[in-house]
């Protein structure tokens, strides 16, 4: 068990680099305290898997540092590490029989032969395959399989750390609840430090206390689900996490003042600075109301989802999407509508501007 | 569900059917003919019965051209099969190294066979051969046309040499296969470099090497040209393995009626070792 501190790390697959988009990640720093339950969330590519074997071993970094516990271990080996990861899709030792599997990495660690036996049938017990451990593990169904996978990870008192890189890309997605829960009920019982990876927001959102959120090789925020959600760092956290996501909208700043389609905006905060390339106001479709006066948009279409309704309007400065409860009447044609102020954010080269 | 049967699709089956007949069952068909019946040429046959099976069974020359032929078998299946995965495990997975390794390891298999008989054959020359000289100057007293032991030795490196590629290329092709996660895992499992490859790597190549040791079995039991160019069968009839010791019976004798015979048994026993294998192969695939 250990704190985990990264520090101002940076990696790149190739030899040489030119330009920022020859690094897969780029100047990260992480504290991830002990005993944590962790997300990566980011969309394919964005360099959450690369660091993931960054902080496994699997990876040295190019640049940078990699903690345990203030101790640099940036040199050692997965061994060295005790670590735990388990990856994407299940990875079982075909010939071997589930308790075997489960036995294998306490077999290489030279326990003794009763020690092995109640660790792995304790651990059997909390991931309910104790009637299958005589089996052959390949003739599992895949959900079955990446148990085994999580098993082998959790067989380790050990380990400082467990790493899960999307692992439920494989699973049923009436199974994939069920072993979300059963996840989030062992880090609970075990208390150990986990990091999960994923590009479905669902799936971090569930799990963990506290969100990475990645983009293009840079950590753009860390938070709660509820930050996120409430006070995005970044247009891209704004749109990526909610369902839809945060309206967008380009805007001019002058002398204090935010100006929208030739109305003037309160955000959550007066701004001062101006000088940016590109300025943009940023509000959840959840915190926009209808009212009689306010920007002026026609609306286009209407789609009820059951517990909501999602309205697509335009305005002249660009469409807003607005989400009401599917209980709402909703006017036709062409209304105003109004921002909460509370939730309005001004943001200057994507970054939100305090 | 109701499907429609229709008996007219037996006509699709026509054309398989007319080449399936003549290039095997008809060439097939004459050899029968040829060991039930003794012939005197011009076209005259006598009935004989089952007389060629019995006399081939209880020969003493099949006896012994079988026990020669499942030893050579069996010996260039243990040296070729390890050290083919050996080779194949050593191989390079990316860079410049690949396509020359690759083509390197080819490079055998593109040889006819007959030259690879003539090649040897010069090469293991005990008086001007690289091989048979270099091994007479190094003191062994080495001379593959006159001593049955040096021939065997010749001709097993001859074929360790020209086949130990098609495992090296067959095990290649397995082990890139294999995904990268699995090596990530084991090495955070703290596996040893042995328990990675017999954990993972043997099982995930067991298909191409079931495929690599039926070939091979097949090959290597039917094998004539190189050992023909080579030494011929000799020195008297010590590498004279199954299908050289056929062609002496047929040519050089041609006793037509035991040869046919003895094809058929040749050919049941190539068939029925196959089959038993994989068989086997599958069951446990099935168990799994």
Request: glycine fraction near 28%; include cysteine; aromatic fraction near 6%.
């Given at each position: 068990m250990a704190k985990i501190s990264l520090k101002d790390l940076s990696h790149s697959y190739l030899e040489k680099q030119n330009s920022k988009a020859d690094w897969a990640l780029r100047e990260v720093n992480i504290d991830w305290k002990d005993g944590g339950a962790y997300a990566l969330l980011g969309?394919?590519?964005?360099?959450k898997t690369t660091l993931l074997n960054i902080v496994s071993g699997l990876l040295k970094p190019t640049k940078g540092t990699v903690l345990f516990d203030d101790k640099d271990i940036t040199a050692f080996s997965p061994v060295e590490r005790d670590i735990a990861q388990i990856f994407q899709f299940p990875v079982i030792y075909?010939?071997?029989?589930v308790y075997d599997n489960l036995a294998f990495p306490l077999k290489n660690r030279k326990l003794s032969e009763s020690d092995i036996e109640s660790k792995v049938k304790e651990i059997a017990e909390m991931l309910e395959l104790t009637s299958t451990l005589n089996n052959r593990a390949s003739g599992l169904t895949a959900d079955g399989k990446q148990k085994i996978s999580l098993g082998r990870g959790l067989v380790r008192s050990d380990v400082n750390v467990i790493m899960f890189d999307e692992p439920l890309t494989v699973i049923d997605p009436h199974l994939k609840w069920v072993l979300r829960s059963k996840l989030k009920e062992l880090h609970q019982k075990i208390n150990r430090t986990m990091i999960y990876v994923t590009h479905d927001q669902t799936e971090a959102l569930t799990f963990a206390d506290q969100v990475v959120v990645m983009h293009e090789g840079q950590i753009v925020q860390t938070g709660t689900p509820v930050e996120l959600f409430e006070k995005p760092k970044h247009t891209f956290v704004g749109h990526f996490?909610?369902?839809?996501?945060m309206n967008i909208l380009p805007c001019e700043i002058s002398n204090g003042e935010i100006n929208f389609s030739g109305q003037k905006i309160q955000s959550h905060k007066t701004i001062k600075k101006s000088n940016f390339k590109k300025t943009q106001i940023g509000i959840r479709p959840e915190f926009i109301n209808f009212s009689n006066s306010g920007i002026p948009v026609k609306i286009k279409r209407v789609s009820n989802t059951g517990r909501h309704k999602i309205i697509d309007t335009e305005s002249s400065g660009g469409n807003i999407k607005i989400l009401s409860n599917s209980s709402k009447e909703i006017p036709s044609g062409s209304a105003h509508i109004t921002f909460n102020q509370k939730y309005t954010y001004v943001y200057g080269d994507n970054w939100i501007i305090e | 569900m109701n499907k429609t049967i229709n008996q007219k699709a037996w006509f699709f089956v026509i054309p398989v059917f007319v080449l399936v007949a003549f290039n095997a069952a008809i060439p097939l068909m004459t050899v029968v003919n040829y060991s039930f019946q003794e012939t005197f040429g011009n076209n005259v046959f006598a009935w004989e019965g089952t007389r060629w099976f019995k006399q081939i069974l209880l020969s003493e020359r099949f006896h012994a051209a079988l026990g020669r032929q499942i030893a050579f078998t069996f010996i260039i299946l243990l040296i070729q099969i390890p050290l083919g995965i050996g080779i194949a495990l050593t191989m390079p997975k990316k860079g410049w190294g690949v396509p020359v390794c690759l083509i390197l390891m080819s490079m055998p298999l593109l040889i006819p066979w007959n030259v690879v008989g003539a090649m040897w054959n010069i090469f293991a020359l005990p008086d001007i051969g690289f091989l048979g000289h270099s091994l007479n100057g190094l003191g062994f007293d080495y001379n593959f046309t006159q001593q049955p032991g040096d021939a065997w030795f010749t001709t097993i490196l001859m074929d360790v040499w020209h086949w130990t590629s098609l495992v090296v290329l067959l095990s290649y092709a397995g082990l890139n296969s294999i995904q990268p996660a699995y090596y990530q895992a084991a090495e955070i499992d703290g596996a040893s470099r042995w328990a990675t490859f017999r954990y993972i790597e043997l099982p995930k190549m067991k298909k191409v090497l079931t495929l690599a040791i039926l070939l091979r079995f097949m090959d290597s039991f039917m094998i004539y040209t190189e050992p023909f160019v080579l030494t011929g069968g000799g020195p008297g009839n010590t590498t004279a393995f199954l299908s050289i010791d056929l062609v002496k019976m047929a040519?050089?004798?041609?006793d037509l009626g035991p040869a046919a015979a003895m094809s058929l048994i040749y050919f049941f026993i190539v068939l029925l070792v196959c089959w038993v294998f994989y068989n086997l192969m599958m069951k446990n695939e099935a168990k799994s």
């Open positions: 969309p394919s590519g964005c360099g075909d010939t071997m029989t996490i909610g369902s839809p996501g | 040519l050089g004798q041609f």
